[in-house]
């Protein structure tokens, strides 16, 4: 930044802001973390405290690695989040194309109605989902998790992918039909990735929310085979008793495979987000 | 070989009519320039020829067959885009390859073909590169060697030059004139620059509101106008217009071009005042606000100096003046 536009105050003013937020973010995160690793004593009398030889103790791993299947749980969840986001890319970036390539009669009303998903909620709709499920025999089967999160992440996929879509240039997918490119290999090689930024963006706003969800697991699959991470971990709750160390723990290590996945987005995220403002 | 009939060409999108009937006969070899205000349907017909657009009445006949339901890689056709249109990910050379490649041209062919057309656009030491790694004029050259290497009936430039800054505008102008001079192939060129048109074409189409205004070469377009808009649009300055009533005229109105204007200080046929004279060193554009005939665009070659308030008369040359009737069109 040149001389002109930064000041010291200003600099250390927005600085003192942004990590004032990052503490306030990651303090609960933290909190986990470091209890996960303390005595079920150490934990209550001073939990903000960082773990000392003495206080350190693994049994909260121990007890999550022995009790119950986590390994299952976690490979429950990585399945299932992995399906459906990439079920709601492909799908997504597919509707986003034909609404913004093809007129067709109907187009904009059907964009609308595509869009209309972002503004209603899919748990009003559990009760008829669940239905749904028992009649078709998926109850207690990863797919019926995955059929449900893929459409309720598809709405907003159409819709930030749409807008994307309509930037990418004419004559570029016209070149493509003169060269003799079919439409789906103008949709694979050439515009998705130009579209890239758009779909990290719509894989991380997509993939969070499935892999934290505990409502439709609960609901539609709480079956020991199919459990996942966050339906797993309340095993420990119990109405009087609570096993903090093992909830801590096993909070801790569902932070993992999420915080990876973000991290092969996140790279791709930010340049989606400051595409706009850098234009 | 390639020449190209247009029948009755029609296109609404909605209730819009984008193009009105366009008829149209090119043949073989020909230049052809569509030029016409934007938003006249000139890139849209193009679009057409191209089979990138459907059309909603009349035909396209490419070498007399008929080819409104024939998929665009199939015309035989190649073109240009504004934009360049490179793929970004592909190198120079598998960008101009790769319509040869999706057709099941055999590779040894293809290296021929790239081989003879990136020398003819001296592109060779950027045959490996990707687009990204390209100037703007070096891209435009690739995106013209992609339709060369394909050897088509008809090659399509939808404005090629509009991008580029004006220095490298004459130069790639020059090179798509000695293009076409090697090869002898059907061009059809879209622009809303007069000049582009004026320079390259063996046949201007000027177009206005989605019907075609008048075809004829650039000299033609330039000394016998058919109407109004035509006049306007060829030639730059633009042709002064005087209501003709105002000259005791039965035309409607008078059209003379800039150049076809002399000034003296002493006598003439319309007295007025210097408005303001812009000095482009070759020539000088006066602007005179006359009594009898409104405000007046001059061209004179050389240099002429004038201060703005000064008094002068300006002639039309004999035989070179234009009547319009109340329709617009010349006037015998």
């Known amino acids: 930044m040149s001389q002109a536009r930064s000041s010291l105050p200003r600099t250390i003013g927005a600085h003192a802001i942004l990590i004032a937020y990052t503490v306030i973010a990651l303090f609960p995160v933290l909190v986990i973390v470091i209890n996960a690793f303390k005595s079920r004593n150490a934990i209550f009398r001073q939990p903000l405290m960082p773990p000392t030889p003495e206080t350190f103790d693994l049994v909260g791993f121990r007890t999550v690695l022995t009790q119950g299947d986590f390994l299952l749980y976690f490979q429950n969840s990585l399945i299932v989040t992995v399906v459906s986001l990439f079920l709601v890319l492909l799908f997504g970036a597919m509707a986003a194309f034909a609404l913004s390539e093809y007129r067709f009669k109907g187009n904009s009303l059907m964009g609308l109605y595509l869009a209309l998903g972002i503004m209603i909620p899919i748990r009003l709709g559990t009760v008829a989902i669940l239905q749904l499920m028992v009649a078709s025999g998926l109850v207690n089967t990863l797919t019926a998790l995955v059929l449900v999160y893929t459409a309720q992440g598809l709405p907003l996929a159409v819709f930030i992918l749409s807008e994307f879509m309509k930037q990418v240039s004419d004559d570029l997918k016209n070149a493509g039909r003169i060269d003799g490119l079919s439409e789906y290999t103008i949709f694979f090689r050439l515009v998705l990735p130009l579209v890239r930024p758009a779909m990290a963006t719509v894989a991380v706003f997509t993939m969070i929310p499935i892999w934290n969800d505990l409502w439709f697991p609960l609901i539609l699959a709480p079956s020991e085979a199919t459990k996942t991470v966050t339906l797993g971990a309340q095993i420990f709750i119990g109405q009087y008793v609570t096993n903090w160390n093992a909830v801590l723990a096993a909070l801790s290590l569902a932070i993992v495979p999420v915080l990876i996945l973000y991290l092969i987005f996140s790279r791709q995220l930010i340049r989606g987000i400051t595409a706009g403002a850098v234009k | ?332």
């Open chain 2, 1 to 332: 070989m390639g020449s190209l009939k247009l029948q009755n060409v029609k296109k609404s999108f909605g209730k819009v009519d984008v193009l009105k009937g366009i008829d149209l006969e090119v043949t073989d070899g020909e230049f052809v320039v569509f030029v016409g205000p934007s938003g006249c349907g000139k890139s849209t017909l193009l679009r057409i020829i191209a089979g990138l657009e459907d059309l909603t009445g009349g035909d396209v006949r490419i070498d007399g067959e008929k080819v409104d339901h024939v998929p665009p890689a199939q015309r035989g056709i190649a073109m240009v885009f504004q934009t360049y249109a490179l793929y970004p990910h592909l190198t120079v050379k598998n960008n101009m390859g790769l319509g040869l490649k999706q057709a099941g041209t055999p590779a040894a062919e293809i290296e021929k073909r790239i081989a003879a057309s990136s020398a003819m656009l001296s592109l060779e030491p950027y045959l490996e590169r990707r687009p990204a790694e390209l100037s703007g004029g070096q891209r435009q050259r690739v995106a013209i060697g992609r339709a060369l290497v394909r050897e088509p009936k008809l090659f399509l430039f939808d404005e090629p030059l509009s991008n580029l800054d004006a220095a490298l505008r004459v130069n790639t102008r020059l090179e798509i004139a000695q293009l076409h001079r090697r090869l002898k192939a059907t061009m059809i060129y879209v622009t809303h620059d007069q000049v582009e048109a004026m320079t390259l074409a063996d046949k201007i189409v000027v177009l206005n509101n989605g019907q075609i205004e008048q075809v004829g070469g650039p000299m033609e377009l330039y000394n016998s106008p058919a109407n109004e808009f035509v006049a306007s649009f060829i030639g730059s300055p633009r042709m002064n217009f005087i209501d003709g009533a105002r000259l005791g005229e039965t035309a409607k109105t008078v059209g003379v071009r800039p150049e076809h204007l002399t000034v003296d200080k002493k006598k003439g046929t319309w007295k007025g005042t210097v408005i303001h004279a812009e000095h482009l060193g070759a020539d000088t554009n006066l602007y005179i606000d006359t009594e009898k005939a409104g405000l007046l665009t001059v061209r004179i070659f050389g240099v002429y100096n004038a201060e703005p308030g000064a008094t002068v008369y300006a002639t039309p040359e004999p035989g070179k003046t234009y009547r319009f009737g109340s329709d617009g069109k010349v006037m015998a």
